[in-house]
């Protein structure tokens, strides 16, 4: 299993709209192989969430960040500018 894991820092003025458009817009329309998490850590820093994709082989994940991901990108910025930033990082699952 390949793994998409995109971190998310979200302004905490946009905290509570931000989940729920992605909890009806993202999670909703890939929920078969899209997770929402919420990161804990110190209350100093912004609100963070991992949102994880899964693909059967890194060239699925690939396509998908290719064709899908800007769109999904466009649509956040739209929504919420300037309210979040994110890195990526792709996973291998080695072990169940």
Sequence with gaps: MHILNITFSIDKSA????????QKNIVG???????????HSDES???????????????????????????????LQKEFPNKWVMFETELEAIAP
């Excluded at 329309?29 to 990161?39: A, E, F, G, P, T």
């Excluded at 949102?51 to 890194?58: E, G, L, Y």
Aim: one cysteine or more; hydrophobic letters at 40%.
């Design 15 to 22: 905290e509570t709209l931000w989940v729920t458009y992605v």
């Design 29 to 39: 329309k890939y929920h078969d192989r899209c997770l929402l998490l919420r990161i």
């Design 45 to 75: 820093t912004h609100p963070s969430y991992g949102m994880q994709f899964s693909f059967v082989n890194t060239a699925a994940l690939h396509t998908f960040k290719k064709e899908k991901l800007p769109t999904l990108y466009a649509a």
